[in-house]
T-cell receptor, first 113, second 114 residues
């Protein structure tokens, strides 16, 4: 079955550094891979989407890479700020009769001032 | 301001009671979804609906029921048959099920059953 793995351990990083989060998946080839941010007690908020034929996507301080050979996506936050502290979820969308999402468990990021 | 409204934010029920969680969207989205979030697990799909008067079971539909009588509304009923109902429930919508554009989520309802 399809599986997504994110580092379940929290990531602590010093303000101003680059945070790198990893999302690994197995089996199916995804049509898209998406990254969401979730704050405590709130719903996830969409950040970036990358398609299977794209290698990299950027939005302001965010960058996502997608390696379909390694079956891995990396999510980078440059010049990190304490306000970036949150849980980050990756979601894989693949087609199997209909489009289906699989979500990772999320990685909690804490940016230290 | 467009978005998804889930109510209530916190809900407490006794075991054996059915409870209905509300989800309303004013984004004019066709597709709506219900997910369940538990600590240490990814979001799991309960039900989804692509159009009014149509809905499909997700991966963990047992013990839940939904309706989609209006485009804007997709209520979820947690029945007494759901063995472990305490969880954080998230409603989402999208223009279509094709994944681009992505999901818009509400801010969830935390259900506690004792």
């Amino acid at each position: 079955s399809q599986k997504i793995e994110q580092n379940s351990e929290a990531l602590n990083i010093q303000e101003g550094k680059t945070a790198t989060l990893t999302c690994n998946y197995t089996n199916y080839s995804p049509a898209y891979l998406q990254w969401y941010r979730q704050d405590p007690g709130r719903g996830p908020v969409f950040l970036l989407l990358i398609r299977e034929n794209e290698k990299e996507k950027r939005k302001e301080r965010l960058k996502v890479t997608f390696d379909t050979t390694l079956k891995q996506s990396l999510f980078h936050i440059t010049a990190s700020q304490p306000a970036d502290s949150a849980t980050y979820l990756c979601a894989l969308l693949f087609f199997s009769g209909t489009y289906k999402y699989i979500f990772g468990t999320g990685t909690r990021l804490k940016v230290l001032a | 301001d467009g978005g998804i409204t889930q109510s209530p934010k916190y809900l407490f029920r006794k075991e054996g009671q059915n409870v209905t969680l509300s989800c309303e969207q004013n984004l004019n989205h066709d597709a709506m979804y219900w997910y369940r979030q538990d600590p240490g697990q990814g979001l799991r799909l309960i039900y989804y609906s692509q159009i009014v008067n149509d809905f499909q079971k997700g991966d963990i539909a047992e013990g839940y029921s939904v309706s989609r009588e209006k485009k804007e509304s997709f209520p979820l009923t947690v029945t007494s048959a759901q063995k472990n109902p305490t969880a954080f429930y998230l409603c989402a919508s999208s223009i279509s099920v094709a994944g681009d554009p992505p999901l818009h989520f509400g801010n969830g309802t935390r259900l506690t059953v004792t």
